[in-house]
C-alpha cells in the first residue's frame, strides 16, 4: 500500500484530489495563433487568380510556415500576448495540495 493510502480513504467517497496549480500552459496556443493571422495575411495579400479554374488538388501543407505579417500586425501580436501573460500570472495562483 502506498504512503497515505489509509489517511485519504479516511476522506469519504467524494473526495476529490486538488492539484497544485493551473495547468494552463498556452504557449501552443499563440504559435497556432500566429500562424493563423500569418495565414490570412499571406492569402489577403496574395488573393487566387479567379481567372483560373479552381484546381481542388491544390492546398496548403499544414506544416508550411508563412513570413511574418507586417510589421504592425506582428507588433500587435506581441502586445496581446505580453498583456494575456501579464494577466494570467496575476490570476492564476497555485493552490495548495488537499494531500500532504
Known sequence: IPPGTRSL??????????YPKPTNNTCKTFERLRDD?????????NPP???KPFNPKLYIR???????ADEDVEQAIDNFEREY?????RYNKPTAPNIT
Open 62 to 68: 499544414s506544416g508550411t510556415k508563412f513570413d511574418p
Open 85 to 89: 501573460r501579464r494577466t494570467q500570472r
Open 9 to 18: 480513504l479516511g476522506l469519504g467517497l467524494k473526495f476529490c484530489i486538488r
Open 49 to 51: 487568380d479567379m481567372e
Open 37 to 45: 493571422i500569418r495565414r490570412i495575411n499571406f492569402f489577403t495579400k
